[in-house]
């Protein structure tokens, strides 16, 4: 069955906006191994020496993405993008946080690549995708509240969703508790996302690769921007 993921309602405010969507399906998810954690520390190391002494705001990923929700209101530094939250930690001399060997190699190669990467399990998504302004009655569960709370999105909020419910508030900002990835999982939908820095199709083509060598299983591409605002797979 097709399905279709749309940025139309966004292209006018921000025709910067692009995003490359890998469907990946056949998955066998396990724990982070050796291999993935010795090139994960490989990654945290390279981005403490590349961005030593540099300010967070002049790194280019995260001064895009800055620029970006400041357009739709958000101006507390509470609220970043899931890239700036990553690289924060890291030069902070954390490691990357350790869920499973999916979710912890897109937040490797969001690190590498200064986007904005997200994944959630195809079987828990509804329908049609789109990146779009928050609606009346849009609904999301909080992942960082424990007891799992509703929390909505404001009005006038970038949010990702499915045709059921937002599967990400604030761009990129947090993602719902009901569509996350586990051991379970073995279909999912990968978002890499950029606003005027990276190269999108690159990430989708590594992403790619890395998941047939972490995960199996076999995956496609496909990329939405202003002139493509809407594309099947």
């Known amino acids: 069955m097709t399905s279709r993921i749309t940025i139309e309602e966004l292209t006018s405010h921000f025709p910067q906006f692009r995003v490359a969507v890998v469907i ?13 954690d010795a090139q994960i520390e490989e990654a945290e190391a390279f981005a403490r020496a590349r ?11 995260v ?11 958000v101006k507390k530094t509470s609220y970043r993008s899931s890239v700036e939250r990553l690289l924060k930690r890291v030069l902070a001399g954390e490691r990357l946080p350790r869920a499973n060997a999916l979710v912890d190699l897109y937040n490797m190669i969001s690190l590498d690549e200064g986007l904005c990467l997200g994944c959630d399990d195809l079987d828990r998504v509804t329908g049609d995708l789109a990146f ?7 609904g999301f569960i909080d992942t960082g ?50 606003n005027g820095y990276g190269d999108v199709e ?11 060598r972490v995960c199996g299983g076999r995956a496609q591409a496909v990329v939405a921007e202003r002139e493509r605002p809407s594309v099947d797979w």
Do not use: M
């Open 24 to 36: 990946a399906e056949g998955l066998t998810i396990g724990e982070r191994d050796a291999a993935l």
């Open 51 to 61: 961005w030593a002494g540099v300010e967070l705001s002049a790194v280019p990923g």
């Open 63 to 73: 001064a895009a993405w800055r620029t970006a929700y400041r357009a739709f209101g």
């Open 132 to 138: 779009r302004f928050s609606r009346p009655g849009d």
């Open 145 to 194: 509240v424990d007891g799992a709370q509703d929390d909505p999105p404001k009005p006038g909020e970038v949010v990702y969703a499915d045709a059921a419910h937002v599967l990400c508030r604030r761009w990129n900002w947090r993602q719902d508790a009901r569509s996350a990835v586990t051991q379970e999982t073995n279909r999912v939908v990968l978002t890499a996302q950029s």
């Open 202 to 212: 690159a990430v989708a083509t590594r992403l790619v690769a890395a998941l047939g």
